[in-house]
């Protein structure tokens, strides 16, 4: 299957990073809202390294962007469902379009294309049992090319993180 963009596999052209590069990484993790003073204070570098070494992580693509992370549940999407997708055809073209048909779904918050007896798994986040109901006949099987759909609900979240371990 394709991937979900043309960019060069950031796994391919790994970035030499040393301890502190690993530091400041981490401490990004935890809080994005740090300031540079607030870094070096805690990797005893002055400011302008760790201003420099930001920059360079960001140029080079180890750090993707910076966000905010919702509970979904305050901003009414408490219903959180694994999509498990296949595609009745299976070319690059079909793929492809499959992808873009997703990235105009804004209740589909992650996919990823995987190996095994589906093509897809999506993270989808509604508000209620309706709306996904609504979302998966009116939404993701209008879809071209779509072929099996398995959804498994989820009833509750054990272990949530974006951070790395390095």
Do not use: W
């Not at 570098?45 to 966000?67: C, D, F, M, N, W």
């Not at 999509?83 to 105009?104: D, N, T």
């Not at 996919?111 to 709306?131: H, P, Q, R, T, W």
């Amino acid at each position: 299957m394709p991937k979900a963009s043309n960019k060069v596999d950031s796994a391919a052209t790994p970035v030499a990073l040393d301890r502190k590069d690993f530091e400041i990484l981490g401490l990004l993790q935890q809080n994005a809202r740090m300031t540079v003073k607030e870094i070096a204070e805690k990797v005893h570098l002055t400011t302008t390294p760790v201003h420099e070494r930001i920059r360079r992580l960001e140029a080079s693509g180890v750090i993707k962007q910076y966000a905010t992370l919702l509970d979904h549940t305050k901003v009414r999407k408490s219903l959180m469902v694994i999509c498990y997708v296949s595609l009745r055809q299976h070319s690059k073209q079909s793929g492809i379009k499959f992808i873009r048909a997703i990235h105009e779904l804004p209740e589909i918050i992650e996919c990823y294309n995987i190996s095994g007896e589906f093509d897809f798994m999506l993270k989808v986040v509604a508000e209620n049992m309706d709306a996904y109901y609504d979302f998966h006949v009116n939404k993701l099987s209008q879809i071209e090319n779509m072929g099996q759909v398995q959804s498994v609900f989820v009833m509750g979240v054990v272990k949530q993180t974006h951070q790395l371990v390095y």
